[in-house]
């Protein structure tokens, strides 16, 4: 199966700058189909699992543009571009494109 | 409101069984494949099983393949998950999550695009003697 390592497992972050979650995988993420289906996601406490990011790049409807991913092959990123109080949380990524569904160990955000 | 909640988690003695459940409001449910993930303590998430629409097609993770199985009751709006033969390492919090359609045939999965857009909030398994 498919595995996913993100780095770094935990950041500090100051509010209003910038953050990185890098995510990279033991195989391409490319599907037959040419799409690459590599999703993150955010889990705040107390709160249901978020999805922020799907195929890549593309926003699930209702996620601030702050967050954005980028990658390919085996490579991706998530990026949130100025960092807010309520981003603080564990951020995963996932495999759809090779079964069975895998997903990352997890990148805690805490605030510095 | 899109929503799913999942039930029926507790605290169960090792080799006993469970069944979980997770309704769905907001939505067509009888249109949408539906995902099983668990998340031990501590620790990260575990895809485990999936369902079609229609509850034609099931796929398992091999960890629970046999244990567990994964069922919809369109009429309701439900989905569960028998848990059988429990092990202390199935402690974990349970999600159900949603997804457009779900086909493997071979090696080829398609999951959807905008798969596990909702989630639940989760049941805590504990197994323990």
């Known amino acids: 199966e498919i595995v996913l390592i993100q780095t770094p497992p935990s950041s500090p972050i100051t509010l209003g700058q910038p953050a990185s979650i890098s995510c990279r995988s033991t195989q391409s993420l490319v599907h037959s189909d040419g799409n690459t289906y590599l999703t993150w996601l955010q889990q705040r406490p107390g709160l249901p699992l978020r999805a922020l990011i799907y195929?890549?790049?593309n926003r699930f409807s209702g996620v601030p543009d702050r967050f954005s991913g980028s990658g390919a092959g085996t490579d991706f990123t998530l990026k949130i571009s100025r960092v807010e109080a309520e981003d603080v949380g564990v951020y995963f990524c996932?495999?759809?494109?090779?079964?069975?569904?895998?997903f990352g160990q997890g990148t805690r955000l805490e605030i510095q | 409101q899109v929503q799913l909640v999942e039930s029926g988690g507790g605290v169960v003695q090792p080799g006993k069984s469970l069944r979980l459940s997770c309704v769905g409001s907001?939505?067509?449910?009888?249109?949408?494949?539906l995902h099983w993930v668990r998340q031990p303590p501590g620790k990260g998430l575990e895809w485990l099983a999936v369902?079609?629409?229609?509850?034609?097609?099931?796929f398992y993770a091999d960890s629970v393949k046999g244990r567990f199985t994964i069922s919809k009751n369109n009429s309701n709006n439900t989905l569960f998950l028998q848990l059988n033969s429990l092990r202390a390492d199935d402690t974990a919090v349970y999600f159900c999550?949603?997804?457009?359609?779900?086909?493997?045939?071979?090696?080829?999965?398609?999951?959807?695009?905008?798969?596990?857009?909702?989630w639940g909030q989760g049941t805590t398994v504990t197994v323990s003697s």
């Open positions: 996932m495999q759809l494109t090779h079964f069975p569904i895998t």
């Open positions: 369902i079609a629409y229609d509850g034609g097609q099931k």
């Open positions: 907001g939505f067509t449910y009888s249109s949408h494949a």
């Open positions: 999550a949603r997804a457009p359609y779900f086909r493997l045939v071979g090696d080829t999965m398609r999951a959807g695009d905008n798969a596990f857009d909702v």
């Open positions: 195929k890549i790049s």
